[in-house]
């Protein structure tokens, strides 16, 4: 899959391992992040993400701040986006076979890089249920639209 991931300077060194798992997993990795320790603004790497997966540059993205909350809401302000914020291996795979969540977030500051491995491989080895699912997943998307 072509993913797309973006931290903050709180999560530069979680990002560069999630990189590099992705790709050794097979996965083409392109980088909305932040590569220096300097602070900066979550919102902007959010926003990216968010834009990149919107737009089809990207199929999915890894959104990875101090604890995952702030990139999490970022781009969840972006049209057609569910982030899932996450910080274990169940509700990962939650968001996606059930909300179908097109970016997991998740905390460099909560979870270390082997469960943040687990939270990437149940989150991408899912499948969307759909059914029942499908209805709800349209009903929060629809939200989108109630205030135009
Ligand atoms: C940065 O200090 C921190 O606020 C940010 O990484 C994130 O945790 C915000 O939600």
Known sequence: ??????????????????????VQKG????????????????????????RAVASGEVECGVAICGT???ISLAANKV???RAACVSEPYS????????????????????GIEVAKMILDEWLNSEFLGGRHQDRVDMIMAIEEHDD
């Open 79 to 81: 049209k057609g986006i």
């Open 68 to 70: 995952g909350v702030g």
């Open 92 to 111: 990962a795979r939650m968001a996606k076979e059930h909300n179908n969540a097109n970016i997991i977030a998740f905390g460099a500051r909560v979870v």
């Open 1 to 22: 899959m072509k993913i797309g991931v973006a931290n903050d300077h709180s999560a530069v060194d979680m990002k560069k391992q999630v990189v590099e798992y992705l």
């Open 27 to 50: 996965h083409e990795v392109v980088n909305y992040g932040t590569d220096t320790y300097e602070s900066c603004h979550y919102p902007e790497y959010g926003e990216k993400l968010g």
